[in-house]
């Protein structure tokens, strides 16, 4: 009798049920089993990218001085939007109005209520938290240069100022640009005083406020090429401006006529104090600061010059190029600046602007600009220094402009420094010669 093959339990190609579902089994197990190694992998790589980009992001912030006031204002949102369940709470405060109308902004009156023990001191150690609605920088110093445009730049804030809603306050006082230790103290601390944002201006040779554990305000200044800016200085301190001789003639009683109409020319080939130095040593005191040694012509007061430009100084511009200085303060300070443009192109600016130029002036003999420039050679490195960082700053930014060539060419400057004698010695300096040299300047 034959035996079904199909039947025969030693078959290799049937199998049970029973083997059926125990294979079933195996593999399942061996899948379940592979996917906690696959997750925990894809789990470690999201908490590594997430705590890199955790320490970047806190790197980042600590770098930009943020860090310390998030820190601030989780604490003081924990502290006192959770205990209060997000209900609304009004808070009696006073409303200060400047003077000007140019600010206002509420404080709220701190908490009277004694901490608790356990309790969080933050409020009571510190304070409210600073507002944020601040634009940065708020606190801004142009500590201007004399017969740089400043007068321009002036008349131009002060219609920014009504417009954008921001404190300007333009010192009157402009004959004492070098300041005691205590003298700069006070100013400093008035300065800060002021309501932000405000925007500070006066002749005044740069204060480092830091030094006296102030928070640094923000500088910007315009110069202008050093020879022009001493002509304009020169028959503008005898013959004033569009705005009538007569007013200036007033205003400089004590001029004799001798000195009134002494000959640029005469006034500089005689070395006359007025034409040498350390009278012409003038723009750069304004960025060296208030050390004795900055009003001495030398390299230490120009690479000290140079150095505050570079850590203290949003932009100095050159007078040369001024539409382009007002475009770069309007990209930089648009809270300050928006607009100036469209004001500084209007007739109605123009007819005020065209009053600021000087009259009488005239050009000295190329003899006279040879013995000036040799005399103003440091003035020149810095006035060139100055040039080829605004021209950085503008490429940066992608500012593409016509620039206006300066009043003398390079190379007739390069001409000048090789032709140029050394200047007469001054037989005796006299004590008078070390005045500021704004002291001599009338301004309006």
Same mark, same amino acid.
């Given at each position: 009798?034959m035996k079904?093959s ?5 078959h290799?190609?049937h199998?049970?049920p029973n083997?059926?579902r125990e294979?079933h089994?195996s593999?399942?197990?061996g ?14 790589g999201f908490c590594m990218?997430a705590?890199?980009?955790? *320490?970047?992001g806190?790197?980042?912030?600590q770098?930009?001085g ?7 204002d ?7 939007s959770?205990?209060n369940?997000?209900s609304v709470?009004?808070?009696?405060g006073r409303?200060f109005v400047?003077?000007d109308r140019? &600010?206002?902004?509420?404080v709220? *009156?701190?908490?009277? #209520?004694?901490? =608790?023990?356990g309790?969080?001191t933050?409020?009571?150690d ?9 634009p940065?920088p708020s606190q801004v110093?142009?500590?201007r240069v004399?017969?740089c445009g400043s007068?321009t730049?002036?008349i131009?804030?002060r219609l ?8 300007l306050?333009?010192?009157?006082i402009h004959n ?12 400093m ?10 925007l500070?201006t006066?002749h005044?040779?740069?204060l480092?406020f830091t030094r006296f554990r102030?928070?640094?305000p923000?500088y910007?200044n315009?110069?202008r090429?050093?020879?022009n800016r001493?002509l304009?200085?020169y028959?503008f301190?005898?013959f004033?401006d569009w705005r009538g001789?007569?007013n ?5 009683p004590g001029?004799?006529?001798?000195e009134r109409?002494l000959?640029?020319?005469v *006034?500089i %080939? ?8 350390p009278r012409v040593?003038y723009?750069i ?5 208030q050390?004795?040694q *900055?009003?001495e012509p030398g390299?230490?007061a120009?690479e000290r010059?140079?150095?505050?430009? %570079?850590?203290?100084? %949003?932009?100095v511009?050159?007078?040369? /190029?001024?539409?382009d200085?007002?475009?770069? %303060?309007? =990209?930089?300070?648009?809270h300050?600046?928006?607009g100036?443009?469209?004001?500084y192109?209007s007739?109605e ?5 065209n009053?600021t130029?000087?009259v009488?002036?005239?050009?000295p ?6 013995v000036?420039? #040799?005399?103003?050679r440091?003035e020149?490195?810095?006035y060139n220094?100055? =040039?080829?960082?605004f021209?950085l700053?503008k490429?940066?930014?992608g500012?593409?402009?016509a ?7 390079s190379?007739?400057?390069?001409e000048?420094?090789l032709?140029t004698?050394?200047p007469?010695? /001054?037989?005796?300096?006299? &004590?008078s010669?070390? &005045?500021d040299?704004n ?6």
């Amino acid at each position: 009798m034959m035996k079904n093959s199909s039947g025969s339990p030693l078959h290799s190609n049937h199998q049970t049920p029973n083997h059926i579902r125990e294979r079933h089994k195996s593999r399942k197990s061996g899948f379940f089993s592979a996917l906690p190694l696959r997750a925990s992998l894809r789990g470690y790589g999201f908490c590594m990218a997430a705590l890199f980009l955790f *320490c970047f992001g806190s790197l980042f912030y600590q770098l930009n001085g943020g860090a310390p006031q998030i820190l601030q204002d989780i604490r003081h949102y924990l502290g006192v939007s959770w205990k209060n369940h997000w209900s609304v709470k009004m808070v009696t405060g006073r409303l200060f109005v400047h003077k000007d109308r140019v &600010e206002r902004h509420l404080v709220s *009156c701190p908490h009277a #209520h004694k901490a =608790r023990q356990g309790e969080s001191t933050y409020l009571d150690d510190h304070g409210h938290p600073v507002p944020r609605a601040l634009p940065f920088p708020s606190q801004v110093v142009y500590n201007r240069v004399g017969k740089c445009g400043s007068r321009t730049v002036v008349i131009l804030l002060r219609l920014l100022a009504e417009k954008h809603q921001f404190n300007l306050v333009s010192s009157d006082i402009h004959n004492k640009t070098r300041l005691t230790k205590h003298e700069q103290v006070d100013l400093m601390k008035n300065i800060s005083k002021i309501p932000q944002p405000f925007l500070y201006t006066r002749h005044v040779h740069f204060l480092n406020f830091t030094r006296f554990r102030i928070n640094q305000p923000v500088y910007i200044n315009i110069i202008r090429d050093p020879i022009n800016r001493f002509l304009s200085n020169y028959f503008f301190r005898r013959f004033g401006d569009w705005r009538g001789e007569q007013n200036h003639l007033i205003r400089t009683p004590g001029m004799k006529d001798d000195e009134r109409y002494l000959d640029i020319n005469v *006034c500089i %080939l005689e070395n006359y104090p007025e034409c040498s130095n350390p009278r012409v040593f003038y723009i750069i005191p304004y960025f060296c600061g208030q050390h004795p040694q *900055c009003r001495e012509p030398g390299v230490w007061a120009l690479e000290r010059a140079k150095q505050n430009v %570079l850590e203290n100084y %949003l932009l100095v511009g050159i007078l040369e /190029e001024l539409e382009d200085v007002l475009l770069m %303060l309007e =990209r930089l300070l648009p809270h300050y600046f928006s607009g100036v443009l469209d004001i500084y192109k209007s007739p109605e600016y123009k007819k005020v602007g065209n009053l600021t130029g000087t009259v009488r002036k005239h050009t000295p003999t190329l003899e006279a600009l040879q013995v000036l420039y #040799h005399r103003m050679r440091y003035e020149y490195d810095f006035y060139n220094f100055i =040039r080829d960082q605004f021209h950085l700053t503008k490429k940066k930014i992608g500012l593409k402009s016509a620039s206006q060539p300066p009043a003398y060419s390079s190379a007739f400057l390069r001409e000048l420094t090789l032709r140029t004698p050394k200047p007469l010695d /001054e037989d005796e300096e006299l &004590e008078s010669d070390l &005045e500021d040299a704004n002291s001599w300047l009338v301004h309006p």
